[in-house]
Every structure is written in C-alpha cells, then in structure tokens.
C-alpha cells in the first residue's frame, strides 16, 4: 500500500502523516504515557516472548475483563496447564487449533496454548454462522476447537458438529472468567447467556482438563513451528507472526495499556489481541462492542493505544465519545482513508494501519 497524500490543514485538526497514520497535533509530543520498558523485539516466537516477558512481570496487571484482571503470572500459569490439556489431545505441528471466541482472557490463554504446541491457529469470527462458519470449521480439519459456554455460540457450530471432521470441541466455562455469580452477568453479554452444553461425544469441559493436568515442560516447546490461518486460508508462520508484532510494538512506542476492540476472528485480529503481551502491556478486553462500551471503556481505563475492528472504528467515528485519552488507534488496512481522517477527528489520536502477519 503506498503513501497517502494529506488533506490541506484545517484550524481544527492540523494533521501529519508518517506513512500511514493520521496525527492531531495536540497528541504529539507527549512523554508522559511511556512504558517504563521499551520493546525488546527480537526474533524470538510469540509464545516465547510471553513467557519471557511473565518471569520480569509477574505480579503485573496482563489482561483486565469483566471487571477482573489476570496478572501474567496467573495469565501464563492458566495458559500452561491449557497447553497441557490441548497436548493430551494431541495438538501439536500436526494438527490445528479452532478459537471460537470473543475477545475474552481464554482466547489469550488458548492461543498460546496453540502457539507454544506449534499448532496451526485457526481464529472463527463468533458471529458467524452457516455456511461462512461451516468453511471456517473446514479449515480446521480433523482439529480442536475452543469455545465457550453461551447459547448463542454454541448455537453456531453444535448443528455444524457432525458434518465437521473436529475430533473434540472444549468448552469454557464463562463463569470462570467472572467475578461476580453468573446470574449477573446477562446484562453485560446482551442476551447471551449461558447454557448447559447438549451431550456430543467429541464435546469436553475445559475446566475438568486444566484440573487434571499441570504444566507442560519448557523443552517441549514447539511454537517455532507454529502459525495463524489468514482470512484468505493461506497461513502466517512464526517468523511472519514475529515480524508483525515488532512493527505494532513500533508503532505504540511505549504504550503501557492497550484497549483491543476487535473480535479474535482473523490473524490480523489475534496477532493484536497477543503483541502487547509480548512486551509486558496491560491488555483491556471488553463484552461488548458497541460504541457505548467502547466509549466508556476509553474514559474509564484510559488506554493509551486502541485496536479497533473496521465496524467499531465506523461507530467511533459516527458518535465521538466524550473522552479518549488515546495516543494511537490502529485499523486493519480494510479501512479506508475518509474513515481514518474521521476517527482521527472523533478520538483525538492519530491513526495507523497495520497490515499485520
């Protein structure tokens, strides 16, 4: 994608282009929103990196959701004994792993498990249903897929079960990454609510595995061998997973907290969702949405980097929220100039593409 000409400078927004971000110039400048630590790079794999960057952290804030935090200590254990889990069903180089999930901690959690097992990746847009989650589940092959307990996504692939060659579905439960009693959780979800999993053969609990397993030895790590299924079926292997996070680590710059908008469903998406982690960021996740949630979450928890799906970044733009504090919104190269330069204006940040693995 080459460079895009900027706009003539306006008395509201004097913009500046770097390749391909758009700036106001009341954010720039700024040093008082850096990481204490800049990124560290490197070539190492994904999951390596994680777990490097768990051992300096430890007691560190790494994901906030629902009104919890997991710390990355507590991140990366959790993650292990999933790795575990996942190794006695046989994910490996091998064999691919399904992520049905909205932007929730298991899907973190998941996705290292995969990566540290060397699995294939293989992110399912929840939303998704018939025939467009059916070519997904394809892609899957005679894979694993997590998922967690809502009706509403259980709704989407139990019919799809059995003309699917998965060998076993897991299913998390949504109570566990709560912190109040499921029965106050429907607000948030907006009607998807939770549900006791019809009986399959090739469908487990997740819970039940990761009590019954610990952790899976360091020497055993394959994630070099690991990779994510683009949208287009073509896949992203470990170097280019690699590459892609150091060039959104680039473009955050120091930013300590990142705020992802954006529905796991895609190697753009997941690779996102797993870069600020790499670099010991704290990771904001949200039940929903809509440009309310997303708007209040920016007021609220302040990120100083926000990843937006194309959808969200139209709602942004459409109602500018009253607040955010935001430095840097990144979107997928779908969205196109006029939206970037309207964002920019709603939040007051500049904005920047990233392509991704």
């Known amino acids: 994608m080459g460079p895009v000409s900027a706009p003539p400078p306006t008395p509201a927004l004097e913009r500046t282009r770097t390749g391909l971000c758009t700036e106001p110039a ?14 560290a790079g490197g070539t190492a794999p994904i999951a390596a ?42 994910v490996g180089p091998d064999k691919r792993l399904g992520l049905l999930l909205p932007p929730v901690p298991t899907a973190a959690m998941a996705a290292m498990a995969g990566l540290r097992l060397g699995a294939t990746l293989v992110p399912c847009d929840p939303l998704a249903r018939g025939n467009g ?46 912190p109040f009693p499921r029965n106050l959780m429907a607000p948030l979800l907006r009607g998807g609510e939770l549900a006791t999993l019809p009986r399959h053969p090739r469908t487990g609990a997740l819970p039940r595995l990761l009590q019954a397993e610990g ?16 949208a287009d079926g073509s896949r992203a292997d470990a170097d280019q997973l690699a590459d ?5 680590l680039d473009l955050a710059g120091g930013a300590g907290r990142w705020l992802i908008a954006q529905h796991p469903e895609d ?37 100083r980097v926000a990843v937006l799906s194309p959808r969200v ?23 196109d100039e006029t939206l970037r330069d309207r964002l920019a204006t709603a939040v007051g940040a500049r904005v920047a593409v990233w392509d991704g693995p």
């Not at 009341?26 to 630590?37: A, E, F, L, M, Q």
């Not at 299913?171 to 990454?177: F, G, I, S, T």
């Not at 733009?317 to 969205?335: F, I, N």
């Open 215 to 230: 952790e899976r030895p360091g020497t055993l790590d394959a994630s070099a061998s690991a990779g994510v299924l683009r």
């Open 313 to 335: 970044a139209e709602a942004l733009a459409d109602t500018p929220p009253p607040s955010a504090p935001l430095d840097l919104a990144v979107v997928p190269p779908t969205v």
């Open 267 to 303: 190697a753009w998406a997941l690779s996102a969702l797993l870069t600020p982690l790499t670099a010991g960021r704290e990771v904001v996740l949200l039940p929903r949405l809509d440009a309310r949630t997303v708007a209040a979450a920016l007021d609220q928890t302040a990120p």
């Open 49 to 90: 990196r994680i777990l490097e960057t768990a051992v300096a952290r430890g007691e560190q804030t790494a994901i906030s959701s629902f009104g919890r935090s997991w710390s990355y200590a507590q991140l990366t254990a959790r993650a292990g004994r999933m790795t575990g889990a996942l190794a006695r069903l046989e």
């Open 244 to 248: 892609a996070v150091d060039r959104l």
């Open 133 to 178: 989650l059916a070519d997904r589940l394809s892609g899957i092959a005679a894979g694993v897929l997590v998922s967690l307990d809502l009706t509403r996504l259980q709704h989407r692939w139990l019919d799809l079960l059995d003309d699917s060659a998965l060998d076993a579905v897991l299913v998390d439960k949504m109570a566990e990454l709560l």
């Open 26 to 39: 009341r954010t720039r400048g700024r040093d008082d929103v850096t990481h204490p630590d800049a990124p």
